[in-house]
Protein backbone atom coordinates (compact mmCIF):
# COMPACT_ATOMS: atom_id res chain seq x y z
CA UNK A 1 0.00 0.00 0.00
CA UNK A 2 1.44 3.30 -0.74
CA UNK A 3 1.54 5.71 2.50
CA UNK A 4 2.87 8.64 0.72
CA UNK A 5 2.10 10.39 -1.39
CA UNK A 6 -1.98 10.87 -1.70
CA UNK A 7 -1.54 11.62 -5.65
CA UNK A 8 1.42 10.49 -7.96
CA UNK A 9 2.17 11.78 -11.26
CA UNK A 10 2.74 9.69 -13.96
CA UNK A 11 5.49 10.33 -15.65
CA UNK A 12 8.41 8.51 -17.82
CA UNK A 13 10.48 5.49 -16.81
CA UNK A 14 12.64 6.63 -14.59
CA UNK A 15 15.95 4.24 -13.00
CA UNK A 16 14.39 4.28 -9.32
CA UNK A 17 16.08 3.37 -6.12
CA UNK A 18 14.24 1.07 -4.08
CA UNK A 19 15.51 1.56 -0.46
CA UNK A 20 14.32 -0.50 2.81
CA UNK A 21 13.65 1.63 5.71
CA UNK A 22 14.48 0.30 8.98
CA UNK A 23 17.48 -0.44 9.48
CA UNK A 24 18.80 0.96 5.94
CA UNK A 25 17.58 4.50 6.66
CA UNK A 26 16.63 4.78 9.94
CA UNK A 27 17.98 2.60 12.98
CA UNK A 28 16.19 -0.75 13.62
CA UNK A 29 15.49 -1.52 16.83
CA UNK A 30 16.80 -5.10 17.21
CA UNK A 31 14.21 -7.66 18.42
CA UNK A 32 11.89 -4.57 18.49
CA UNK A 33 9.02 -2.83 16.03
CA UNK A 34 9.28 0.75 15.14
CA UNK A 35 5.66 1.43 16.48
CA UNK A 36 5.72 5.29 17.49
CA UNK A 37 7.35 8.56 15.33
CA UNK A 38 9.28 9.09 18.44
CA UNK A 39 11.31 5.82 17.92
CA UNK A 40 12.85 6.62 14.44
CA UNK A 41 15.79 7.50 14.73
CA UNK A 42 17.15 8.56 10.66
CA UNK A 43 20.92 7.78 10.64
CA UNK A 44 23.33 10.65 10.20
CA UNK A 45 24.17 9.70 6.90
CA UNK A 46 21.21 9.27 5.40
CA UNK A 47 20.17 12.75 4.45
CA UNK A 48 23.63 12.43 2.44
CA UNK A 49 23.17 9.17 0.42
CA UNK A 50 19.43 10.66 -0.38
CA UNK A 51 20.76 13.91 -2.04
CA UNK A 52 23.94 11.72 -3.72
CA UNK A 53 21.28 9.43 -5.05
CA UNK A 54 18.35 12.04 -6.15
CA UNK A 55 21.61 13.54 -7.70
CA UNK A 56 22.56 10.46 -9.72
CA UNK A 57 19.49 10.61 -11.30
CA UNK A 58 17.38 7.92 -9.29
CA UNK A 59 13.70 8.05 -8.27
CA UNK A 60 13.82 7.26 -4.37
CA UNK A 61 11.48 5.25 -3.14
CA UNK A 62 10.63 3.35 0.06
CA UNK A 63 9.31 -0.19 0.53
CA UNK A 64 8.82 -1.19 3.34
CA UNK A 65 7.62 -4.65 5.72
CA UNK A 66 5.51 -3.09 8.42
CA UNK A 67 3.81 -6.54 10.36
CA UNK A 68 3.42 -4.90 13.49
CA UNK A 69 0.46 -3.59 11.91
CA UNK A 70 -0.84 -6.93 12.05
CA UNK A 71 0.44 -7.51 15.10
CA UNK A 72 -1.42 -5.03 16.19
CA UNK A 73 1.41 -3.45 17.63
CA UNK A 74 0.40 -0.37 16.04
CA UNK A 75 -2.48 1.05 13.89
CA UNK A 76 -2.86 2.31 10.17
CA UNK A 77 -3.11 5.69 11.34
CA UNK A 78 0.39 5.11 13.46
CA UNK A 79 2.17 3.54 11.01
CA UNK A 80 1.50 6.37 8.96
CA UNK A 81 2.62 9.16 10.80
CA UNK A 82 5.95 7.47 11.28
CA UNK A 83 6.36 7.54 7.45
CA UNK A 84 5.04 11.15 7.21
CA UNK A 85 7.64 11.85 9.82
CA UNK A 86 10.64 10.09 7.66
CA UNK A 87 9.77 11.90 4.66
CA UNK A 88 9.49 14.95 6.55
CA UNK A 89 13.02 14.92 8.30
CA UNK A 90 14.53 13.78 5.24
CA UNK A 91 12.74 16.53 3.06
CA UNK A 92 13.94 19.33 5.64
CA UNK A 93 17.37 18.11 5.24
CA UNK A 94 17.14 18.12 1.38
CA UNK A 95 16.32 15.03 0.88
CA UNK A 96 13.69 13.72 -1.35
CA UNK A 97 11.32 10.99 -1.21
CA UNK A 98 9.13 10.59 -3.81
CA UNK A 99 7.27 7.74 -2.39
CA UNK A 100 6.55 5.25 0.48
CA UNK A 101 4.67 1.65 0.13
CA UNK A 102 4.59 -0.70 2.85
CA UNK A 103 2.76 -4.13 3.75
CA UNK A 104 0.72 -4.08 6.75
CA UNK A 105 0.38 -7.73 6.86
CA UNK A 106 1.70 -10.76 9.14
CA UNK A 107 3.85 -13.28 7.39
CA UNK A 108 0.77 -16.09 8.12
CA UNK A 109 -1.43 -13.93 5.83
CA UNK A 110 0.58 -14.62 2.41
CA UNK A 111 -0.19 -11.43 0.93
CA UNK A 112 1.71 -10.67 -2.58
CA UNK A 113 3.07 -7.37 -0.65
CA UNK A 114 5.56 -8.30 1.99
CA UNK A 115 9.24 -8.36 1.02
CA UNK A 116 10.71 -10.62 -0.34
CA UNK A 117 7.43 -11.01 -2.22
CA UNK A 118 7.92 -8.12 -5.28
CA UNK A 119 4.15 -6.85 -4.83
CA UNK A 120 5.14 -3.33 -3.66
CA UNK A 121 7.52 -3.18 -6.05
CA UNK A 122 4.82 -3.65 -8.96
CA UNK A 123 2.49 -1.35 -7.08
CA UNK A 124 5.65 1.65 -6.86
CA UNK A 125 5.84 1.04 -10.67
CA UNK A 126 2.03 0.71 -11.90
CA UNK A 127 2.02 4.27 -9.94
CA UNK A 128 5.11 5.67 -11.62
CA UNK A 129 7.35 2.98 -14.28
CA UNK A 130 10.83 2.55 -13.64
CA UNK A 131 13.86 2.09 -15.71
CA UNK A 132 14.15 -1.37 -14.58
CA UNK A 133 17.44 -1.86 -15.85
CA UNK A 134 19.00 0.62 -14.00
CA UNK A 135 17.10 0.46 -10.93
CA UNK A 136 18.15 -1.12 -7.96
CA UNK A 137 16.94 -2.22 -4.16
CA UNK A 138 19.08 -1.58 -0.79
CA UNK A 139 18.24 -3.49 2.12
CA UNK A 140 19.82 -4.67 5.40
CA UNK A 141 17.97 -8.11 5.14
CA UNK A 142 18.20 -11.27 2.99
CA UNK A 143 14.82 -10.88 2.31
CA UNK A 144 15.80 -7.36 0.79
CA UNK A 145 18.04 -9.27 -1.34
CA UNK A 146 15.33 -12.29 -2.28
CA UNK A 147 13.01 -9.15 -3.29
CA UNK A 148 15.23 -8.07 -5.74
CA UNK A 149 16.15 -11.08 -7.18
CA UNK A 150 12.32 -11.71 -7.53
CA UNK A 151 11.82 -8.33 -9.09
CA UNK A 152 15.22 -8.82 -11.43
CA UNK A 153 16.89 -5.88 -9.73
CA UNK A 154 20.52 -5.22 -8.81
CA UNK A 155 20.79 -5.13 -5.17
CA UNK A 156 23.34 -3.52 -2.40
CA UNK A 157 23.04 -5.07 1.29
CA UNK A 158 24.31 -2.43 3.62
CA UNK A 159 25.80 -3.85 7.30
CA UNK A 160 23.38 -1.41 9.22
CA UNK A 161 20.83 -2.50 10.86
CA UNK A 162 20.96 -6.46 10.44
CA UNK A 163 23.29 -6.10 7.76
CA UNK A 164 25.49 -7.77 9.43
CA UNK A 165 23.55 -11.00 10.46
CA UNK A 166 22.00 -10.86 6.84
CA UNK A 167 26.30 -10.66 5.11
CA UNK A 168 27.52 -13.46 6.84
CA UNK A 169 30.88 -13.48 4.95
CA UNK A 170 28.73 -14.16 1.89
CA UNK A 171 27.10 -11.07 -0.05
CA UNK A 172 28.90 -8.03 -0.53
CA UNK A 173 27.92 -5.41 1.94
CA UNK A 174 28.64 -2.02 1.71
CA UNK A 175 29.12 -0.15 5.41
CA UNK A 176 25.94 1.96 5.12
CA UNK A 177 23.76 3.42 1.96
CA UNK A 178 26.04 6.30 1.78
CA UNK A 179 28.82 4.05 0.78
CA UNK A 180 26.13 2.23 -1.45
CA UNK A 181 25.22 6.17 -2.92
CA UNK A 182 28.93 7.11 -3.66
CA UNK A 183 29.19 3.44 -5.33
CA UNK A 184 26.85 4.08 -7.76
CA UNK A 185 26.74 5.01 -11.34
CA UNK A 186 26.18 8.51 -12.36
CA UNK A 187 23.53 8.71 -14.78
CA UNK A 188 23.61 12.14 -15.34
CA UNK A 189 27.62 12.65 -15.77
CA UNK A 190 27.04 9.92 -18.41
CA UNK A 191 24.53 11.96 -20.04
CA UNK A 192 26.66 14.63 -19.92
CA UNK A 193 29.76 12.68 -21.72
CA UNK A 194 33.35 12.16 -20.65
CA UNK A 195 34.06 15.47 -20.35
CA UNK A 196 31.77 16.44 -17.99
CA UNK A 197 32.83 13.11 -15.83
CA UNK A 198 36.22 14.27 -16.18
CA UNK A 199 35.66 17.65 -14.25
CA UNK A 200 33.84 15.88 -11.67
CA UNK A 201 36.89 13.53 -10.39
MG1 LIG B 1 15.43 -3.46 7.07
ZN1 LIG C 1 1.41 -7.46 2.45
Known sequence: MRAWPVNIRKGPAVPTAFLDRDGTLNRDRAGAYVTRPSQ???YASAPAALRIISGKGYRIVVITNQSGIARG?????????????LVRELRREGAAVDAVYFCPHGPDEKCACRKPEPGLI????????????RSFVVGDKQCDLL???????????????QGKA???GRAPAYK??????????????????????????
Do not use: C, H, Q, W
Request: hydrophobic share 50%; glycine share 6%.
Open 166 to 168: AAA
Open 40 to 42: LKI
Open 147 to 161: LAKRAGLKSFLVLTG
Open 176 to 201: NLLAVARALPDLRADKAGPAAKRKKT
Open 122 to 133: KEAVKDRPADMA
Open 73 to 85: YMTMAGSGAINLK
